[in-house]
């Protein structure tokens, strides 16, 4: 009785040990048959050669004598390119979403690490020329914006220095500090596109979640879970507590240390303006909300996002 098998490399008929029939893919039929039959599903090719030559499909105790007769050089080599050929596949189709979002919060905190541990060497730099702006100017951006526009005498001028205890520099003891300034305003530049792009994403990827807490804290906490996935499937008090994980460690290592309420969720804007006896109740309330819009999100619910920030907002205005 004929007997037919298929492989990604092509459909065989064989009688006893003599194959009397064969058909052999392209490389594009091989990436679709092969996805195909590790499904177990049956191929058209397959289907008509059992049709023509009045073969059954081969059975588990078939196989291995069926691929002992295919064993040729040729044949080896054949289905070992198909193999390379669809593990380069898969290794393609396994970038998501989500880690185009864990990649983009990542390199979104480092600009942020990096510009700010380079405004501090600046401002210590520039405190030799003029001290008295590093202390009146407080802010990072503001500072590193002003020294790269101004003049040490507008600045002066502008902030009211009389008269300033720091060193005179020639313009090529500047000129570094002030191509320093310039390469942190490209960084701010760079953090600024990075987060446009984020914002897109988790709009599109998750709406009722980034309008519950932002594109910044939403992509933190799916980096902190794994995946959407994941975090839909976490309940509300592990979310509460998702970005606190060092500060739970530091409690369970010294019971002196105070455990810790919540994670990412301090940097949301209601918690930030709430007092502190409040922000334990608060960090539940938004992690209760941030639950329900994971879900809503993953398995592609209504949006609710903007009544659930609504919620939020009347609760605790």
Known sequence: MAIAYSSAVGSYVFDGDKLIAKVEFNIDQSMEFAKALVEGKDIEPELRLRKTYNATKATEKDIPRIRELLSSNNYIKQLAKINLQLTADKLRNSVTTDMLIIN??????????????????????????????????????????????????????????????????????LQPILSLAETIL???????????????????????????????I???????????????????????????????????????????????????????????????????????????????????GEFLGDKLRKEMEEKFQ
């Open 104 to 173: 983009a919060i990542n390199n979104i905190e480092e600009l942020t690490k990096i510009s700010n541990t380079l405004a501090k060497r600046v401002r210590e730099w520039y405190a030799l020329h003029l001290p008295e702006a590093c202390e009146l100017i407080d802010d990072n951006v503001g500072f590193i914006k002003a020294i790269s526009k101004k003049t040490k005498h507008d600045l002066m001028r502008e902030l009211g220095i009389k008269e300033s205890i720091g060193a005179k520099f020639e313009k090529k003891d």
């Open 218 to 300: 939403s992509a933190k906490l799916i980096r902190e879970a794994g995946s959407l996935e994941r975090l839909a499937k976490t309940t509300s008090s592990t979310i509460q507590m998702l970005g606190a994980e060092k500060a739970l460690f530091r409690h369970l290592k010294n019971k002196k240390a105070l455990p810790p309420k919540h994670g990412h969720i301090i940097n949301h804007p209601i918690m930030l303006r709430s007092k502190k006896k409040d922000k334990g109740r608060i960090a539940r309330f938004i992690a209760d909300k941030l639950s329900l819009a994971a879900k809503l999100d993953y398995f592609k």
């Open 186 to 216: 490209d960084l701010l530049d760079e953090k600024r596109r990075m987060e446009m792009y984020l914002e897109e994403i988790m709009v599109a990827y998750c709406r009722n979640m980034t309008a519950v807490t932002g594109s910044l």
